[in-house]
């Protein structure tokens, strides 16, 4: 790009294929990566300037860029990676590009903060007000106007009526920073042997190139430990970290651990965040002045300038997958960042994706594992109960044996947790006089009751009734039953099994992330003896007191046709169970399951992990699933199925021949209507080494225009089958 162009290309910050041409007006300076206010239909717009323009159109006859903001361009290895994510996706580059422009609040100039200190000149009235205000200042520092007032207890008039009275000086000072840069040296951590040899083999891995370690370790082996003394390094290399969590849940014990081993917070990155507070971290992380940050996956497109490390702990979870808009897997994307930005890479997790798996077995990645349990502490026992021979009454969902097992625990003082992945408080409302089942308007799912809030509730939407007193079908009152359990449900029967036990239920629907955060304080100070929870408690919390865990439906997974069903089980059930023993008590974990010689479940209980691994990859590789071949989801959605349908067969018949693509369907989605959209599925399949996106491009592009109501969906590498 030459020093003075007349014209440049700039991509837009909206779903557009590509940038468009501006003209640089006279006295402005641009280079590839600045980010511009440019003028788009009747509006300002954000954009970045991607480089010379690939059209010949005149400079005079194109419109100006209306401003280019006064910060530092947009690293070249971002740029990138907006193509590269877009070229994988299918989606729209400005759509890419959007997740990096968050708001134009950062970027503008920050705000000073107004401060006061003493001028020495004595006001002739002295209230008692004046005089607290006065006192504080007798240092002849500078205190911002908030800390003045909340350290005085007055009101902002008396320290305005002291200014112009002459006491006081106005002043104007730069913003604190956003956080503190950690401290490499601070408090660096006692390892065992074994997490010492784990860091050396992460250390292998230069600090200044690519690299991706697997950091594959127990529930409790001390993971954290380790990938944070590998963070310190790369902080003393002068680069920036980034930490990335699946739940925003997680975050706060998270950043203690992190405030303990750095000495400083650091930044965060979640949804959680007001406005104001996440422009000043994304400006900070710009300009260099932010270290390290904390986030959600969102994260991954903050404009680091300096990135030396990522690490995403539980690497495994679902929640790296963006569900809507453009449908990205937040692992996969660290990997291509960190390629891009010479950076290395640590997946942690006690229960890999098969995915990380394979690359480990393959020796794409550094396979660094934890074995044993910190401090010495041993893995839970796990028994599988039969629920066809050992199962509870009629109506209960609590079986004899792990009733006992819980009673003991609370007997010994210890605290027992009660798993089911299932919120509300049943899954399907019926009336059993005329038999009509409560479904969800604008989808195709049952309504769930949630008997807590008094409502009827869709968990695709968000449609909510409130529960009706009467059968809306046939009128018959009194007659609406529950079918199935919930876990508002086993809260219901453990108030009646265990009525001494000071309980809590955990589920993401009740109370905010603030509320959730402090329940989860409250379990580990060790305030409530019986903790009911859903997939919420299962990862990264550390309860020393829980030494029994029962999952009450450790089949519920199973059942869904999902290819990855059996290792999504697998997971969270190994989670769930490493809650129990984590400290100096034994652990025991019991599985209510129907199918005890399931190859899940016989995992678990043999604790033979690398069988498991074994067993699904030889079944991934048989099938050509991945990481051995690679999928395609595409959705037809419109406000009538038969248009849905009738548009989805006329795309597959335009579908391109390709060696080695297979095509399925089309087919009504399991979930077939969300949101008054009706949704119809394609699938295709292809060897790994087959360019599948660009083979959906082309196919899309070859196909029949898309109009009216009519959406296409595209989710290359579908986490999700619904």
């Known amino acids: 790009m030459q020093e003075h162009p007349d014209s440049v290309a700039v991509m837009v910050g909206v779903a557009v294929d590509g940038p468009y ?11 590839r990566g600045a980010i511009v206010a440019v003028p788009l ?17 005149a400079h005079n006859r194109l419109r100006d860029i209306a401003q280019v903001y006064d910060v530092p361009p947009l690293s070249e290895e971002l740029l990138k990676l907006v193509e590269w994510v877009a070229r994988y996706t299918l989606a729209a580059p400005g759509q890419v590009l959007r997740a990096v422009l968050r708001s134009s609040e950062a970027l503008d100039p920050p705000r000073p903060v107004i401060a006061y200190r003493r001028t020495g000149h004595e006001p002739e009235k002295l209230t008692p007000a004046r005089l607290r205000v006065l006192d504080a200042l007798m240092d002849d520092m500078a205190w911002p106007r908030p800390v003045l007032i909340g350290a005085t207890g007055v009101s902002p ?49 230069p600090v200044d190139r690519f690299g991706v370690a697997l950091l594959d370790g127990v529930t409790g082996g001390g ?30 014990t998270f950043i203690e651990r992190f405030t303990r081993r750095f000495g400083t917070r650091p930044a965060e990155w979640h949804s959680d965040m007001t406005p104001v507070q996440r422009a000043r971290v994304w400006r ?72 990380s798996r394979n690359n480990a077995n393959a020796g794409r990645y550094a396979h660094i594992k934890l074995e044993s349990r910190f401090a010495a502490a041993a893995l839970p026992d796990v028994t599988a109960i039969d629920m066809r021979v050992d199962g509870p009454d009629k109506g ?81 009152t009194d007659s609406l039953v529950a079918v199935g359990p919930g876990i508002e449900r086993v809260a219901e029967e453990a108030a009646a099994r ?136 595409l959705i037809v959605s419109a406000n009538e199925q038969a248009v849905a349908m009738d548009f989805a067969k006329r795309l597959l018949s335009a579908a391109p021949m390709a060696e080695g693509v297979r095509l399925f369907g089309p087919a009504d989605a399991p979930v077939s209507m969300v949101r008054g959209r009706h949704r119809v599925r394609l699938l295709a399949q292809s060897g790994k080494d087959f360019d599948l996106s660009g083979y959906v491009r082309f196919w899309l592009a070859s196909g029949e225009k898309i109009t009216g109501n009519l959406r296409v969906q595209v989710d290359i590498d579908p986490m999700s089958f619904m």
């Open 21 to 31: 041409s501006y003209s640089v007006p006279a006295g402005m300076a641009v280079t």
């Open 396 to 476: 209960e969902w609590i079986s004899p044996l792990l009733a006992r097992e819980v009673f003991a625990a609370m007997d010994r003082g210890e605290q027992a947790l009660l798993f089911l992945n299932r919120r509300g408080y049943a899954p399907l409302t019926l009336c059993r006089a005329c038999g009509h089942q409560y479904q969800c308007p604008n989808c195709s799912a049952w309504m769930v009751e949630h008997r807590f809030r008094g409502v009827l509730m869709c968990h695709h939407c968000g449609h909510e009734v409130r529960t009706p007193k009467a059968c809306g079908a046939c009128g018959e």
């Open 41 to 57: 239909g009747p509006r300002l717009i954000l954009g970045v300037v991607w480089g010379p323009p690939k059209d010949k159109i």
């Open 284 to 355: 900070g992380v710009l300009e260099g002045d932010v270290r390290a940050v904390v986030g959600a996956r969102s994260a991954l497109f903050l404009p680091f300038r300096q990135l030396g490390m990522l690490v995403l702990d539980e690497e495994h979870d679902g929640a790296y997958k963006q569900a809507d808009g453009v449908n990205y897997h937040a692992r996969d994307m660290a990997v291509v960042r960190a390629r891009l930005a010479n950076a290395r890479v640590i997946l942690s997790s006690a229960t890999p994706s098969v995915e």
């Open 498 to 633: 265990f009525p001494d036990a000071r309980r809590v239920i955990l589920s993401s629907d009740m109370g905010s992330h603030g509320q959730l955060r402090e329940r989860f304080s409250e379990i580990e100070r060790g305030e409530y003896d019986l903790i009911i929870g859903t997939q919420l408690v299962s990862k990264g919390h550390h309860f020393e007191k829980l030494s029994v865990v029962g999952v009450l439906d450790a089949d519920l997974g199973l059942a869904h046709g999902d290819p990855r069903a059996a290792e999504k089980t697998y997971q969270i059930l190994t989670q769930v169970a490493g809650r129990a023993g984590r400290a100096s008590r034994h652990g025991k974990a019991f599985l209510q399951t129907y199918h005890p010689d399931h190859a899940v479940m016989r995992a678990m209980v043999s604790g033979d992990r690398e069988g498991f691994y074994a067993h699904e990859l030889a079944a991934r590789e048989a099938g050509g699933l991945p990481p051995f071949g690679r999928l395609a989801a």
């Open 223 to 252: 993971k954290t430990e380790v990938f944070f003394e590998a963070v310190a390094d790369s902080l003393r290399a002068g680069r920036q970290a980034l930490i990335l969590l699946p739940e925003i849940a997680l975050t706060n």
């Open 157 to 205: 008039s008396v320290i305005e009526g002291l200014e112009r009275a002459g006491a006081l000086e106005k002043l104007e000072m730069p913003p604190p920073p956003v956080v503190m840069p950690p401290e490499p040296d601070h408090a660096i951590a006692s390892l065992s042997p074994e997490q010492q040899g784990a860091l050396e083999q992460i250390r292998a891995l």
